[in-house]
């Protein structure tokens, strides 16, 4: 049971242009989400993270949004560059029970020059 | 540099043999988590410890996985009769202590082959 989901496995996107990647979630319990960004061959990194009593969380070119009602987080790119280019994740925890971090599967993003 | 790091970098085990992959986390953390990172399944938490020197055992996928902390920042996750469905990448990350959701740091794993 998936209780982390991002349901596009890929997306591509020009250079400049707006980057969106969603997650959802079924786990009400979850109260804290994060994006880690993976390049091949590493390990993530952090890359933004959101509590739930906050709907957006802003750095830099990196924006997240959260719709707590729709279970729904995003994560919105702009400018989108080259160097965004890698596959990203969302995660989730509770501060209930054993504050594991639960990943979804991943999005690969592709910023086209 | 003073991130996560992992070893080794690669393994092969033939299938029903034993496997034990190490990590060093940060300095000062105290949470430590392994994951399972699989192709399409994304990352499946294995093992979770709060506290130095104490074993785990997640029970996940079928209690063959459990972790060892020998010393406060090093942990090994130990495979009994590893399977070819354990082939996957084990990614480390830890997490510093005194708050709740610190962002987990994460070494660059080891991708494990079962022949």
């Known amino acids: 049971d998936q209780q982390v989901k991002q349901n596009s496995p890929s997306l591509s996107v020009q250079e400049g242009r707006i980057s969106i990647l969603n997650c959802d979630y079924t786990?009400?319990?979850?109260?804290?989400f994060l994006w880690y960004k993976k390049y091949p061959a590493e390990g993530p990194t952090f890359l933004i993270s959101?509590?739930?009593?906050?709907d957006k969380n802003e750095d830099g070119r990196f924006t997240v949004f959260l719709n707590k009602s729709a279970k729904h987080l995003s994560l919105h790119i702009v400018p989108s560059q080259p160097g965004d280019s890698a596959v990203y994740f969302c995660?989730?925890?509770?501060?209930?029970?054993?504050?594991?971090?639960?990943f979804g599967t991943g999005t690969r993003l592709k910023v086209l020059a | 540099g003073a991130g996560v790091s992992q070893s080794p970098r690669y393994k092969v085990a033939k299938r029903g043999r034993d496997v034990a992959l190490r990590c060093d986390s940060i300095?000062?953390?105290?949470?430590l988590y392994w994951y399972r990172q699989t192709l399409g399944q994304g990352s499946e938490v294995l093992t979770y410890?709060?506290?130095?020197?104490?074993?785990?055992k997640s029970g996940r996928p079928s209690g063959r996985f459990s972790a060892e902390r020998p010393e406060r920042s090093v942990s090994t996750l130990k495979i009994q009769r590893t399977e070819q469905g354990d082939s996957a990448v084990y990614l480390c990350?830890?997490?510093?202590?005194?708050?709740?959701?610190?962002?987990?740091?994460f070494g660059n794993g080891t991708r494990l082959t079962v022949t």
């Open positions: 990350a830890s997490s510093s202590p005194g708050t709740l959701n610190s962002p987990l740091h």
């Open positions: 786990n009400s319990m979850f109260d804290y």
């Open positions: 959101i509590s739930s009593i906050k």
């Open positions: 995660a989730a925890s509770a501060l209930s029970g054993t504050y594991k971090y639960i």
């Open positions: 300095s000062g953390h105290v949470t």
């Open positions: 410890s709060q506290s130095d020197a104490q074993r785990d």
